[in-house]
Nanobody, 118 residues
Framework: QVQLVESGGSAVQTGGSLSLPCAAS????????MSWFLQAPGKERELVAT????????NYADFVKGRFTISRDNAKNTLYLQMNSLKPEDTAVYFC???????????WGQGTQVTVSS
């Protein structure tokens, strides 16, 4: 059974930091590209960052560049998002996503809430 479980969401003040892990199971994690998305209240889900299966390439949305870092540990089947210099506009539910283009396989986690207060 495929599972992606995000955790680490919390309420923090502006300028604070959080680290979000996403634990994967039930599929071959190391063969999947991974991404973080966020969804703010009343808005559509949007891409935050992506990382290739071997961590060779990362990409970031402009609004998080220089503040967030995506990484993965294939030995631990875990994806991470390090979030620094948090702003109130970063308040959202954060989701991890697994994607393998060769098999058209896509999996989503259930999300974790991040709230940044001013």
């Amino acid at each position: 059974q495929v599972q992606l479980v995000e955790s680490g969401g919390s309420a923090v003040q502006t300028g604070g930091s959080l680290s979000l892990p996403c634990a994967a199971s039930g599929f071959t994690f190391s063969t999947y590209a991974m991404s973080w998305f966020l969804q703010a209240p009343g808005k559509e889900r949007e891409l935050v960052a992506t990382i290739t299966s071997a961590s060779s390439t990362t990409n970031y949305a402009d609004f998080v560049k220089g503040r967030f870092t995506i990484s993965r540990d294939n030995a631990k089947n875990t994806l991470y998002l390090q979030m620094n210099s948090l702003k109130p506009e970063d308040t959202a539910v954060y989701f991890c996503k697994a994607r393998r283009t060769a098999t058209f396989s896509t999996y989503w986690g259930q999300g974790t809430q991040v709230t940044v207060s001013s």
